[in-house]
């Protein structure tokens, strides 16, 4: 084995050039991957983030339209208990339609009251209020930035809002939120959870319950599992991938297609490198007929080439690494919106680098298989005799 090995190092060190060549094939094959891997994977991180990352990913509200969940914070309780390590950031929010009316206009909104701290977690609210501040007495609001523009509302300002069963009431604005969605920043009225149960009279009752994940993709599993938790049939449990069927389709053919692109580049390396090592064979002829005279067996000899193949994938596993991080980093760094911000931010998995490499290393061993097996069919004495 240790003799094998030696003369598989002694081989490449000769032929610096080639074995550079080879080398250098492989790190770009796995840079391709790194850097392509990455990018998809920033990509959809960056979608589920901007799609979901700032929104409810399960949400359980009643079957009948108009009812209420009466007593939220049991509800709670037993949504949590149905798994604990995925559940966070439960709210309990209550909503409802309304007009909203000033001196010269109206328009239809929809005001939503919850627990601030509690709404917190989902929609990071304080870092959404771009001017003014969070409407914490009774009868305060803020509203979309986009909403006080058409309509002209200023910060200080009293609008009227009236319900469809015609209960009007008075609120103060105290701040503008943006939630970098153009349809809610002109449609949501955010208040307090006291000042949307007393102004839509549901008592203590809310309309649904909102929750976060940890893992946004386990959603239709946790979302099992809470319904039949709760077991109540006045309910229904939704979850964001029923109502993101087209993102998820887009995300699914990002990564196929990212996975059929990386897969004909370790086939183009597997086929570079076997052609080389191929080439070498006849070059090294001599030298191996010399060994197998020795007394050197097919097995050892064979051995001395699925080494060559093992060490080079070894070397340009870490370069492509190398090559395929300072890849990402480039195109995360230089590659920007308009504001300056990354196009697709920089990602590194570093599981999925293993795999890479690991990926790169099993192709380029078993690529030395086709000369490893061409080298066990030389005859030493016909290759010592026509030199």
Request: zero cysteines; aromatic letters at 6%.
């Amino acid at each position: 084995m240790k003799l094998a090995f030696d003369i598989a190092l002694r081989f490449l060190k000769s032929s610096k050039g080639q074995t550079a060549l080879i080398v250098l094939g492989i790190a770009i094959g796995v840079s391709v991957q790194i850097f392509i891997g990455s990018l998809i994977t920033g990509l959809q991180k960056s979608l589920v983030d901007k799609t979901v990352g700032s929104a409810p990913q399960i949400t359980v509200s009643p079957k009948e339209d108009g009812d209420f969940i009466l007593d939220p914070q049991a509800e709670i309780k037993t949504i949590k208990a149905a798994n604990p390590e995925e559940i966070i950031n439960l709210v309990a929010v209550t909503q409802g339609p309304a007009i909203l009316k000033t001196s010269d206009q109206s328009t239809t909104i929809i005001l939503r009251g919850f627990n601030w701290d509690a709404a917190q977690g989902i929609y990071k609210i304080t870092e959404r209020v771009v001017k003014g501040e969070l409407g914490t007495n009774e009868n305060e609001v803020i509203i979309g930035k986009d909403l006080s523009e058409n309509l002209n509302i200023k910060i200080g300002d009293t609008i009227e809002m009236i319900t469809p069963v015609g209960k009007t009431g008075e609120f103060l604005v105290t701040g503008f939120f943006d939630l970098q969605v153009k349809s809610l920043n002109e449609s949501w009225i955010l208040a307090n959870e006291a000042t949307a149960q007393t102004f839509l009279e549901t008592g203590e009752g809310v309309s649904q319950i909102e929750m976060q994940l940890n893992d946004v993709f386990v959603a239709e599993e946790v979302a099992m599992a809470v319904e039949k938790r709760l077991n109540d049939d006045s309910l229904v449990v939704t979850n964001w991938k029923e109502e993101n069927a087209a993102l998820l389709s887009g995300l699914s053919g990002q990564t196929a297609s990212s996975l059929m692109i990386q897969v004909f580049v370790m086939i183009s390396v597997v086929l570079g490198i076997a052609s080389v090592l191929a080439i070498s064979v006849v070059q090294k002829s001599r030298q191996i007929g010399i060994l197998k005279a020795m007394g050197m067996h097919n097995p050892k000899a064979s051995l001395v080439f699925l080494f060559q193949g093992f060490l080079l994938g070894i070397l340009g596993a870490f370069v492509g690494i190398g090559l395929g991080i300072g890849l990402s980093w480039s195109f995360a760094t230089f590659v920007t919106n308009p504001d300056g911000s990354s196009l697709v931010p920089f990602y590194i998995d570093w599981y999925f680098i293993g795999i890479s490499a690991g990926i790169a290393i099993t192709a380029s061993t078993l690529a030395a298989l086709i000369p490893a097996i061409r080298v066990s069919q030389l005859d030493p004495m016909e290759v010592i005799k026509n030199g």
